[in-house]
């Protein structure tokens, strides 16, 4: 897989985690809600240390990436404040509502605008490339992920 195939896998993973996390009946929310944000912090460092560092030499997706890393970092932060709260909870709940507004609003950006702008940056030999590193890179950022404290 290239790196637009790679990245979209797992956008297409954390957006089905996501949709799992917020149904209210769902057994086990707390349990998907860990699993999604190890994936979701390992996508996102992964992300900017291969694919956006790639495109920061190229000016027409510099725009591009620093809104995204500017996403990244308010999409982390209201994981870390959710995995800080009783998932029971209707503050939690309506975070959770915020958290997942931003994030399909950012994937979504990422796949329509970003990729179009890559694709003309990144030869298909390059971007192949980089979807091996992005894999390589990303196995082991989960395997170095500690379990998360729980609130």
């Known amino acids: 897989m290239d790196i637009f195939d790679r990245i979209k896998h797992d956008h297409d993973t954390l957006r089905a985690l996501l949709e799992r996390i917020e149904d209210p009946g769902a057994d086990n929310r707390r349990a998907t809600f860990e699993e999604f944000q190890r994936e979701l912090w ?5 992300e900017e240390a291969v694919f956006y560092a790639a495109l920061a030499r190229h ?4 725009a591009e990436t620093m809104e995204g890393l500017n996403e990244h970092h308010m999409i982390n932060g209201l994981a870390e404040e959710l995995n800080a709260m009783p ?6 709940t309506a975070k959770l509502q915020v958290l997942g507004e931003l994030l399909r609003h ?11 702008e890559a694709r003309e940056a990144l030869p298909d030999e390059r971007a192949g490339e980089l979807g091996r590193l992005f894999d390589e890179r990303k196995t082991h950022a989960l395997a170095a992920l500690a379990p998360l404290p729980r609130a």
């Open 42 to 46: 390992a996508h996102g460092k992964v």
């Open 59 to 62: 000016k027409d997706a510099r």
């Open 87 to 92: 998932a029971d909870s209707g503050a939690w």
């Open 106 to 116: 950012h994937l979504d950006e990422e796949e329509e605008e970003l990729f179009e």
